[in-house]
Antibody
């Protein structure tokens, strides 16, 4: 059974960089049929797509976040990562990693709070 | 980023049928169809249907998805208390090269 697990700091200071990693187990991140991505959900709000990455490293990013987002993949560790720079309170959210485009497997999510 | 349009709330009686809608355009829903996700409070979203009516294993047949033009629909028959949740639709937008989500519909089972 495929499992995804997010990890990273739960508290980030404003103007700094948020960094999260998603470890994939039970399957290979190099599977050519899938992308891997990050999605976030501010408290009490809806889902917002952040971006996708393919095992080869090709990426798609949300245009509204593109200038601040970097998603990378490490196939040797079967994991992918998110970096979001210059964070503000508006970036406080539960961050999920998921298998795309099917959205059939999700991590449990990790709450990241941006402090001033 | 343009999103998909969902009604904020839908309600219906226990054991009745609820239909949720998701409106996009020819670049997203009208192109490759939509996925439907169910989210209970405090939990990650769960895939109910992919590209209109491909249900993952383990998803009840009470959940049925369809599409007409640029609008996708999720029909839930025989409403149960556990169906009370937030429902999101999602699609790939080929003109934006982006995943787009609807704002979500809160389903209340009366």
């Amino acid at each position: 059974q495929l499992q995804l697990q997010e990890s990273g700091p739960g508290l980030v200071k404003a103007s700094e960089t948020l960094s999260l990693t998603c470890a994939v187990s039970g399957g290979s991140i190099s599977n050519k049929n899938y992308y891997w991505g990050w999605i976030r959900q501010p408290p009490g709000k809806g889902l917002e797509w952040i971006g996708n990455i393919y095992y080869s490293g090709s990426t798609y990013y949300n245009p509204s976040l593109k200038s601040r987002v970097t998603i990378s993949v490490d196939t040797s560790k079967n994991q992918f990562s998110l970096k979001l720079s210059s964070v503000t309170a508006a970036d406080t959210a539960v961050y999920y990693c998921a298998r795309l485009m099917q959205l059939d497997y999700w991590g449990q999510g990790t709450l990241v709070t941006v402090s001033s | 980023q343009a999103g998909l349009t969902q009604p904020p709330s839908v309600s219906n009686d226990l054991r009745q049928t609820a239909t949720l809608t998701c409106t996009g355009n020819s670049n997203n829903v009208g192109n490759l169809g939509a996925a439907w996700l169910q989210q209970h409070q405090g939990h990650p979203p769960k895939l109910l249907s992919y590209r209109n009516n491909n249900r993952p294993s383990g998803i009840s047949e009470r959940f049925s998805a369809s599409r007409s033009g640029n609008t996708a629909s999720l029909t839930i028959t025989g409403l149960q208390p556990e169906d009370e949740a937030d429902y999101y639709c999602s699609a790939w937008d080929s003109s934006l090269s982006a995943v787009v989500f609807g704002g979500g519909t809160k389903l209340t089972v009366l």
